[in-house]
């Protein structure tokens, strides 16, 4: 089946699936090379190009001279004069929060979310109780080195400090019923400090261009210039889980562009008219059809008659003889000519049944000849 032999609406609809096809399967390339921007993550974290990701984060302070590792906990050791940013770690062995304050108090800082009180109570004296009203514009407080020349920065609003316990706030905003709400605090640490953030999303990367928050962002890990960013240990996927979504859809859909493809090149399957559209007969009665046509003509000799006759003719010719040659005259020319026996009968008798193949090589014969 040519392609210019499809119907209008087929061509069309294939065009428009092999388009589809091919920009999604051009989208997913970039978006792979280009580790384009992702809908959603998990909240905090620093690979995640998502809202609620912290990539953008990562990139500022590299581009401001910061050397940043990423690692997961149990997985690496804390690095003594780093800036330890654990953002969404929910569990730390007592083991590690020993660590993590030998670190801190040795003259290191720590950033850590909401998700940390539970093992914070190792590292800071006392730690802030966390509330769920926050505040989604927010203004610095007091003349700490981490929001020096800082004005107002924006979050979601998730939640802030309802007591500040050992720490002073850094950054507070006006809540639910005017309330004052802390959204971020320091806490000092032997020499080192920590910074409490009750709502991430100020460094998260879809509020880091807005307001302030860049400069709070750069401003809150200190003057370290080693940062180790600790992200929780999760399943990566295996097999074809592993594979993004856009990914098994551009496969889906190369897979039904094919199969399009094929049903439009090949035969069609099952009858191509209408039910109950008239069939000619079976070829078995057509034969017997044209047998009785031909039996009507009541020539004599049959039906093959006018082709002894015209083959007779042709022979008589060849042998330079009379038209109304005798059958042994053209018996002897058709021998020397080379013709076998049967092919003579069939010429020079009346034609049978049994004669009929003779009769067409006889043709056959003559037409070579006259070549």
């Known amino acids: 089946m040519r392609w210019q032999t499809l119907p209008a609406a087929l061509r069309v609809a294939i065009v428009v699936v092999g388009l589809v096809v091919a920009v999604n399967v051009t989208i997913a390339a970039l978006d792979s090379a280009t580790r384009g921007a992702e809908i959603e993550g998990r909240d905090s974290d620093p690979g995640s190009t998502a809202p609620n990701g912290t990539s953008a984060w990562v990139e500022l302070l590299e581009r401001n001279g910061a050397e940043v590792s990423t690692s997961q906990i149990g997985k690496g050791d804390f690095e003594r004069g780093a800036v330890l940013v654990m953002l969404g770690i929910e569990e730390l062995s007592s083991v590690e929060a020993a660590q993590v304050r030998d670190v801190v108090s040795a003259g290191g800082r720590l950033v850590v979310g909401p998700e940390s009180t539970a093992w914070l109570q190792l590292v800071v004296d006392t730690p802030p109780t966390w509330s769920p009203v926050g505040a989604e514009i927010a203004q610095s407080v007091g003349d700490a080195q981490e929001v020096v020349g800082i004005g107002e920065v924006r979050s979601d609003g998730r939640g802030g400090w309802s007591a500040l316990g050992s720490s002073r706030a850094l950054i507070e905003g006006d809540g639910l019923e005017g309330n004052e709400v802390v959204i971020a605090s320091v806490a000092p640490v032997g020499r080192g400090s920590?910074?409490?953030?009750a709502d991430p999303s100020v460094v998260a990367n879809e509020h880091l261009d807005e307001a302030d928050n860049a400069a709070f962002a750069l401003q809150v890990t200190g003057d370290g210039r080693t940062i180790q960013l600790f992200e929780p240990e999760t399943e990566r996927s295996e097999g074809l889980a592993a594979v993004p979504d856009r990914w098994k859809l551009a496969l889906v859909g190369l897979?039904?562009?094919?199969?399009?493809?094929?049903?439009?090149?090949?035969?069609?399957?099952?009858?191509?008219?209408?039910?109950?559209?008239?069939?000619?007969?079976p070829r078995r009665s057509f034969v017997d059809a044209m047998g009785a046509a031909l039996e009507r003509t009541r020539r004599p000799g049959g039906a093959l008659e006018p082709l002894r006759t015209h083959v007779r003719a042709e022979l008589a010719r060849r042998a330079g003889l009379a038209a109304?040659?005798?059958d042994e005259e053209l018996r002897s020319a058709a021998r020397r000519l080379g013709w076998p026996d049967?092919?003579?009968e069939a010429v020079v008798r009346p034609s049978t049944p049994d004669s009929v193949l003779a009769s067409g090589r006889a043709l056959s014969r003559l037409a070579q000849r006259e070549e």
């Not at 920590?194 to 953030?197: A, E, I, K, Q």
């Open 194 to 197: 920590v910074v409490l953030l």
């Open 255 to 281: 897979v039904l562009a094919f199969l399009v493809g094929a049903v439009a090149r090949g035969r069609r399957v099952g009858p191509p008219d209408p039910p109950g559209t008239p069939r000619p007969p």
């Open 324 to 326: 109304d040659v005798s």
């Open 342 to 344: 049967d092919e003579i």
